[in-house]
């Protein structure tokens, strides 16, 4: 059982470490920097702007597609432009599929509705976006019948605690979430062996 998680702009943390050590089973981290960051700058204006002069959008989605076809991954959790370029990824992706994507608010899937994964996917929104109406994207989204939408009450960032919007009970809340699904498949997974056997 493998767990991709795909980080948002802020990349492999040590707070992402600290999610990552909740899930059980073998877990892998993809982020859109080469190493580790040291996070000392919390002002998510700077940390945007390195994010797209490191990669970009298109960038990301590329290195992701690239990790889902190298791990095959049984779940992915992707978090703000990592479950965007998550959802882009397995729009395209041929063989073998992840059983689910998990997505926290990825706001840029606005750009991206004409698409759609081939996998079950879960999608935790804030409960508003600054930049734009969320109540029409998740209109549209669940007209699909393999996507389920979750409007929060929480704000853009809730999962993330170098975030001005994190929530830490929000945090433990979606954190167990993740732990169940991550369970419940590796049940699954187990007993489809079985029945091979």
């Known amino acids: 059982m493998v767990t991709l998680i795909i980080s948002d702009i802020y990349g492999h943390t040590a707070n992402l470490d600290a999610f990552a050590n909740e899930l059980s089973g073998e877990v892998v981290i993809c982020s859109p920097y080469v190493s580790k960051q040291p996070v000392r700058q ?7 702007e390195q994010f797209v002069n490191t990669i970009g959008h298109d960038g ?30 397995l729009a395209q992706l041929k063989g073998k599929l992840p059983h689910k994507l998990i997505g926290f608010y990825p706001g840029q899937i606005r750009n991206y509705l004409h698409i759609h994964p081939k996998c079950p996917v879960d999608l935790y929104f804030p409960h508003q976006e600054s930049h734009f109406e969320l109540t029409p994207v998740i209109q549209t989204l669940k007209k699909i ?5 979750t409007r929060t009450r929480y704000s853009h960032g809730f999962m993330n605690a170098l975030s001005n919007h994190f ?4 945090y433990l809340h979606y954190t167990h979430l993740c732990e169940q699904q991550v369970i ?9 062996q079985i029945e091979v056997d």
């Open 42 to 48: 919390k002002d998510e204006s700077i940390i945007y």
């Open 145 to 149: 019948s393999w996507v389920s939408c």
């Open 184 to 192: 419940t498949l590796q049940q699954s997974l187990e007993q489809e």
């Open 167 to 170: 929530n830490k009970y929000a």
């Open 60 to 89: 990301y989605m590329a290195k992701v597609e690239r990790s889902i076809a190298n791990l095959r991954p049984d779940l992915i959790i992707g978090f703000s432009a990592g479950a965007v370029a998550a959802w882009r990824a």
